[in-house]
């Protein structure tokens, strides 16, 4: 079946531009996730959606950073005015829920390039 | 918190030899402990994964780990070493009794060179 997809793959913008990371779950998860990957701070957790509970924002390292889940399906990971140090791979993971032992599914990533 | 430490950023193996990443970690509460793999300009694949039943844990390509509590340990081994196993590798922790919430926290990951 179809794992996670992402959008864009690559994405280069230039600082102070806002930006729009796509995730597109595996169909019947529950659960969502994005992380950040980059070579300074490894892979970071940003923020967990479970169903309809309120979403688990603890990993978001500012507030120019946003995220939703329309229809407990697709995602979109927002960057508001862009910094050069958000330049990583934001990668996408989705997993059954509770029922799973936490098995996150990963998507191939957005590669972020702020200039 | 919860945290993992990977010994060894590179680690580099003749072909055929055997593999042995280390992983440790930290948790106030018995945890669950993922081995994921990273291919070049691709998202992560798991390959094994803890979660409280055998202690010795066998996952895809071979590759098996190895709870020990008394270690906090969960190293990943692989008796022959291939050139397709190149890749980086990723230990993960995550809190069964979501105290932490269900993200996964994970290693600095450890790249694998396996040399022919």
């Known amino acids: 079946g179809a794992g996670v997809s992402q959008s864009p793959s690559n994405k280069v913008t230039e600082k102070g531009k806002d930006v729009e990371l796509r995730c597109d779950p595996i169909?019947?998860?529950?659960?969502l996730y994005w992380y950040r990957q980059s070579l300074g701070q490894g892979l970071e957790f940003l923020i967990y959606?479970?169903?309809?509970?309120?979403?688990?924002k603890s990993g978001l390292p500012s507030d120019r950073f946003s995220a939703e889940r329309t229809g407990g399906s697709v995602s979109t990971l927002t960057i508001q005015r862009t910094q050069q140090e958000d330049s990583a791979v934001y990668l996408c993971?989705?997993?059954?829920?509770?029922?799973?032992?936490?098995?996150?599914?990963f998507g191939p990533g957005t590669r972020l390039t702020v200039l | 918190a919860q945290s993992v430490t990977q010994l060894g950023s590179h680690v580099s193996v003749s072909e055929g030899a055997l593999v042995l990443l280390r992983c440790n970690y930290s948790s106030s509460v018995p945890p669950y402990l993922f081995w994921y793999v990273q291919y070049p300009n691709q998202g992560l694949q798991l390959l094994l994964k803890y979660t409280s039943a055998a202690t010795l844990v066998k996952g895809i390509n071979g590759f098996e780990a190895e709870f020990k509590k008394s270690e906090t340990s969960f190293h990943l081994t692989k008796p022959s070493a291939h050139m397709s196993d190149a890749a980086e590798y990723f230990c993960?922790?995550?809190?069964?009794?979501?105290?932490?919430?269900?993200?996964?926290?994970f290693g600095a990951g450890t790249i694998l060179r396996v040399k022919s």
């Open positions: 993960a922790v995550s809190d069964p009794f979501r105290e932490y919430g269900n993200k996964l926290v």
């Open positions: 169909s019947g998860h529950t659960a």
């Open positions: 959606f479970q169903g309809n509970s309120a979403p688990d």
């Open positions: 993971a989705s997993s059954l829920g509770l029922a799973d032992y936490n098995e996150q599914f």
